[in-house]
């Protein structure tokens, strides 16, 4: 799997859990970080930390291990990090602090294919 169907799967997995705001950041020309960020948003904590799970089990079944996974416990911020590929979950109120979409501004949007 390519890095940008892998970010187009996380996006899916996200969506199948009725996460919201959901969007593929293309940063390749903006960092060295990664190549995509996968951003979502959960109502709850409860919510984000299902989110998370769901995707980091999926893709373990298909092979995908994340490098690194942040924020489990509070589960108001959820990183996990697919070395190419970064997943940002968020409950909203973190979302609209953080304000990533205007931090990585210089990002190409990338739209989600359709299923």
Do not use: C
């Not at 997943?87 to 990533?100: D, G, N, P």
Request: charged fraction near 30%.
């Amino acid at each position: 799997m390519t890095e940008w169907q892998l970010a187009q799967r996380i996006a899916d997995i996200t969506l199948e859990e009725k996460a919201f705001d959901v969007l593929i950041l293309d940063v390749r020309d903006v960092t060295v970080l990664a190549d995509y960020f996968v951003i979502a948003s959960g109502r709850s904590t409860i919510q984000v930390k299902v989110i998370a799970e769901n995707i980091e089990d999926l893709l373990l079944e298909e092979g995908y291990r994340p490098l690194r996974r942040e924020g489990f416990n509070e589960g108001r911020w959820v990183i996990l990090d697919y070395g190419s590929v970064i997943v940002h979950i968020f409950r909203q109120q973190e979302r609209e602090y953080y304000e990533l979409e205007k931090l990585w501004g210089d990002a190409r949007e990338i739209e989600i294919a359709a299923r």
